[in-house]
């Protein structure tokens, strides 16, 4: 059995030729940084069972969840160098690497989960996946972690000016500094693990998070509501070395792309599907749960004009994609 793990592209190029077939079976090894509970290891889970189902067994993806191969900056860096095979990373890590990929977040571009997964398989999104090639990696599929809301601790949101001066945590990008500057917070940039702590204590008032993380951080003890904003998605990249992906033959790299698209609509409405039993869940924890007004997301749409316009102005690839997003609508 080839193992491609720690031996990066020069030994997978030489185990495989484009036309050889099935010669031996291959273990590729993917590890991602969340616990088994969350979307992005559902998607490894259904990705793996269709790779092995496509290729009759001939094709095993080991997986390591929950940080065993590194964090998400080095689970990036291995699968860049060779020394890990797969990951499945935020994309929000990645817009480091490749600006473009700031158009997956950009507020109220794709408006609802059914939307996401439309354009997830779009050549428009390929289009911006494709460009890791030129720092060693293929982007093979996008995926879900769970639609973003706010979270706050004295009240929810029902104005615009409700979110004036609120210390609301970030992450350190300059989109979501951009994002949140936009409509009056005093966006504070904080490690994600010093997040609940920062709400006990009064350091933050807010922060912008899906449900899935306020259930399994336990965030409702220190914060009781939620407003429902939807305001972007939290998608993670499916990513290959390019060398091992190379170094495979035509029929294994396209039982991998396969795969990889063909599971993203059932794992994207599966998050869906999740978040409505997460409302009552948190809601029997005694979280107040408040839909966005019509009035409150048509504030936000008009605030997030010109963030939209700086992105898309700053790259075709955005541009294009974010066409794209809006004549589905």
């Given at each position: 059995m080839k193992t491609f793990t720690k031996i990066g592209g020069l030994l997978a190029g030489l185990a495989l030729t484009a036309s050889s077939a099935f010669a031996d079976p291959v273990t590729?090894?993917?590890?991602?940084a969340v616990f088994k509970t969350h979307p992005f290891h559902d998607a490894a889970e259904r990705f793996a069972k269709a790779v092995d189902e496509k290729s009759d067994g001939e094709i095993k993806i080991d997986i390591y969840p929950a940080r065993q191969m590194g964090d998400v900056k080095e689970l990036m860096e291995g699968v860049q160098m060779g020394t890990l095979d797969m990951t499945i990373n935020s994309s929000s890590a990645l817009s480091t690497l490749d600006p473009a990929v700031d158009a997956f977040?950009?507020?109220?571009?794709?408006?609802?989960?059914?939307d996401f997964a439309r354009m997830a398989v779009s050549p428009e999104a390929q289009a911006?996946?494709?460009?890791?090639?030129?720092h060693g990696m293929i982007g093979l599929g996008l995926y879900e972690g769970g639609q973003r809301n706010f979270l706050s601790t004295e009240k929810p949101i029902k104005d615009l000016s409700d979110f004036k001066g609120l210390k609301t945590r970030v992450a350190p990008s300059e989109l979501f500094l951009d994002i949140w500057k936009a409509v009056g917070v005093n966006p504070t940039p904080m490690a994600y693990g010093e997040v609940y702590s920062g709400l006990e204590t009064g350091t933050i008032d807010a922060v912008e998070i899906n449900l899935t993380s306020i259930q399994s951080e336990g965030l409702y003890d220190a914060a009781k509501n939620v407003?429902?904003?939807?305001?972007?998605?939290?998608?993670?990249?499916?990513?290959?070395?390019?060398?091992?992906?190379?170094?495979?033959?035509?029929?294994?790299?396209?039982?991998?792309?396969?795969?990889?698209?063909?599971?993203?609509?059932?794992?994207?409405?599966?998050?869906?599907?999740?978040?409505?039993?997460?409302?009552?869940?948190?809601?029997?924890?005694?979280?107040?749960?408040?839909?966005a007004s019509d009035t409150l997301k048509s504030q936000l749409h008009e605030a997030w004009a010109p963030v939209i316009k700086k992105y898309t102005d700053r790259d075709p690839l955005i541009a294009d994609f974010v066409k794209a997003a809006e004549a589905g609508h």
């Open positions: 590729l090894t993917l590890g991602h977040q950009l507020p109220y571009v794709m408006s609802d989960y059914d911006i996946m494709d460009e890791l090639k030129g407003t429902m904003t939807g305001h972007y998605f939290w998608p993670g990249m499916m990513l290959i070395n390019k060398d091992v992906f190379d170094g495979l033959t035509a029929d294994q790299q396209k039982i991998l792309r396969d795969a990889a698209r063909e599971v993203v609509k059932p794992q994207v409405m599966a998050v869906k599907a999740y978040d409505e039993e997460l409302k009552t869940k948190l809601a029997d924890e005694g979280v107040t749960i408040t839909e």
